[in-house]
């Protein structure tokens, strides 16, 4: 039943900075896929057993990418630019549109920042985050 469905609709991506940590949207954002990942498999299979043994690893939160329309004057867009050129890691906080406004935050690094265009068409950017460490709900 989908009536407890949240509408992508109004979910914000933003972008922290400063001291103490304050949050700024990432403007003109079209779309967004991630956090993914994977958790690793630890094989603990001995002489003795019967079947593959295996414990679970650590947790790696993957990726988060996104495109938006692009604004070089943009004060995130360029952030985001700066970010992947110094390879800093940078702090983000994704807030849903469920009622109580769920918010993940987590840091990651600039891995990819695309710029692309065409006949018809605004000049759009393709960002690709990597995740380092956990990702925190509130």
């Known amino acids: 039943m989908g009536a407890n469905a949240i509408k992508a609709q109004g979910t914000e991506l933003q972008l922290g900075s400063g ?3 304050s949050y700024v949207t990432i403007a003109e954002i079209n779309s967004f896929n ?3 990942g994977s958790v690793s498999v630890i094989d603990v299979t001995d ?3 019967m079947a593959k043994e295996k414990l679970a690893g650590l947790n790696d939160n993957g990726q988060l990418s996104f495109e938006c329309n692009f604004i070089p004057t943009n004060t995130q ?3 985001l630019r700066e970010a992947k050129e110094n390879g800093t890691t940078i702090s983000v906080k994704i807030v849903f549109t469920d ?3 769920t918010e993940w935050t987590f840091n990651a690094i600039v891995t990819g ?3 692309s265009g065409a006949v018809d068409g605004v000049v759009k950017a393709s960002v ?3 995740i380092s460490g956990e990702i925190t709900e509130s």
């Open 19 to 21: 001291s103490p940590l």
């Open 34 to 36: 991630g956090p993914g």
């Open 47 to 49: 002489l003795a057993s």
């Open 77 to 79: 867009h360029a952030a």
């Open 99 to 101: 009622t109580g406004a």
């Open 113 to 115: 920042l695309a710029v």
């Open 128 to 130: 690709t985050l990597e």
